[in-house]
């Protein structure tokens, strides 16, 4: 107890702001991002389809120069950038843009653990007749059942949907062998890389991935805005529409966008590095403050900025009740967020019920401190404690 007393008086900002440790969720906008976003909607502010006029030529360059940008950190061509509200649109783009192309029904292979945004797009296809659908088993550590992908391929696929690392657990999977392994069995291959772009690599250059899928806000970007980088993408495939209008340019979330994805670019190494060192730090302090606490996923192979954890005997619901206000994290995805079930991917793992329903995610981010870090840990390690000794199962708060 005096090593908290001490860590308090250390570290106000336990008595004082939230702590924003839930970077997974969303990230504030760098202020080097929002500055190129004010500059496009308070001086630059043209219509980038109307290029007629000086002012839709400096809007049309601004998109062009994010195409670049954005085509650099995944090493692939500016033509292939095709933007979107975010990456929940992107994939439904890419996904019937392959029924539009493929034989029907397209069949689609994708893991357990994929992004409910995957998921819900197959599922609502597959309903309609247009996808057959089947799945990749994962481990343990949701980490990609090798025999359970290469069962799938040989069983004939059109589409394989692979996140480059899970957005719950962290766990990073290698998306060039597996694209490599559905090439050579004729198939297509999806990579949602929202979570993972500027924190390991991605690489088009061989053309072994069909669609790639990004999102700005999980990059210190705005949100609404996103992209899908396809080599073969065209937008009329899909509608018999060829020639439509084309809709105006988010420019300024665009030019954002591209900032955003040039500073990942540039800092996301030494970035990850010193997030990787802060989420260690924190997670020896829990393990210490914390009895039984279990640590979720790969830890051998993980985002840097990731930490998901289970405390048996402390449902994550009231352990959160107990942080409100002060320290912001989250029982898993935000589009999950209210539901009574337990995560998908935590289920796909084959988590025992103690540790399902008192599972907690940590996203460190870019103003992470090591005092947050500490203060974090006392606040959780407190919070679990108190919910252990008090909770009854008759309330919830």
Known sequence: MNERVAMQAANPRIDGRSIYLDHHATTPVDPRVLEVAIRMMVEEYGNANGVENIHGEHAARAVAEAKEQIARSVSAEPDDVHFTSGSTEAIQLAISHAIATHRSPLRVAMTR???KAVIDTVVKAERMGLVEKSWIA????????WQSLERVLDEGVDLVCVMAANNEVGT?????KIAHAAREQGAGVLVDATQAIGRMALDLDEGILDYVVLSAHKIYGPKGVGALISPGFDRSSIYGLQGAHHPTPNVAGIAA???ACELMELEGAKESGRLAMLRDRLQERLIALVPDLTVNGDKA??????????AAGAPNEVVLSRLRGKLSISSGSACNAGAQE???VLRAMGLPDALLESCLRIGLGRSTTLGDVESAAILIGDAIHDVRMNFSGASHV
Do not use: T, W
């Open 342 to 344: 337990p995560s998908h």
């Open 172 to 176: 990073i999977y290698p998306v060039q």
């Open 301 to 310: 192979s993980r985002l840097p900025h990731n930490l998901h954890f289970s």
């Open 138 to 145: 994962v481990d343990d550590k949701a980490r990609l059942d």
């Open 257 to 259: 966008m591209g900032r």
């Open 113 to 115: 653990i994929e992004h």
